[in-house]
């Protein structure tokens, strides 16, 4: 909100529990629908979804180790984004998140090393 060429920020009491690792909160369009939703990892492994004005989470993803990473983009040239969440054990998901749809877990792999 600007006002008086001064900004300020509201808060937002989000329903969120767990510490959350810096590289774990992001701003993406996570389902496609041209705005852009809130996600956040815990490094107790959740990973919740907000939307809109909602302080409820929209999505919300468990046991998902120690969540270190989120990042929202197309990254298997479908035409829509996808979540990727990393853990520090070394296990990457990807979700197909579609607005009419259930969440998919469409590959799950843990990540090698060079």
């Not at 998140?97 to 090393?113: M, N």
């Amino acid at each position: 909100m600007v006002k008086n060429n001064e900004i300020s920020f509201r808060q937002f009491p989000l329903h969120f529990r767990g510490n959350v690792h810096p590289g774990a909160i992001q701003f993406g369009d996570v389902d496609g629908d041209g705005n852009s939703e809130l996600v956040a990892g815990s490094i107790t492994g959740d990973v919740c979804v907000y939307k809109g004005s909602d302080f409820q989470p929209w999505r919300h993803f468990t046991h998902l180790g120690t969540v270190t990473c989120v990042a929202v983009g197309e990254i298997a040239c479908v035409g829509r984004p996808s979540l990727v969440v990393v853990s520090a054990e070394g296990w990457c998901y990807i979700f197909d998140i579609q607005v009419r749809a259930r969440v998919r877990h469409p590959f799950r792999s843990p990540l090698s090393g060079p």
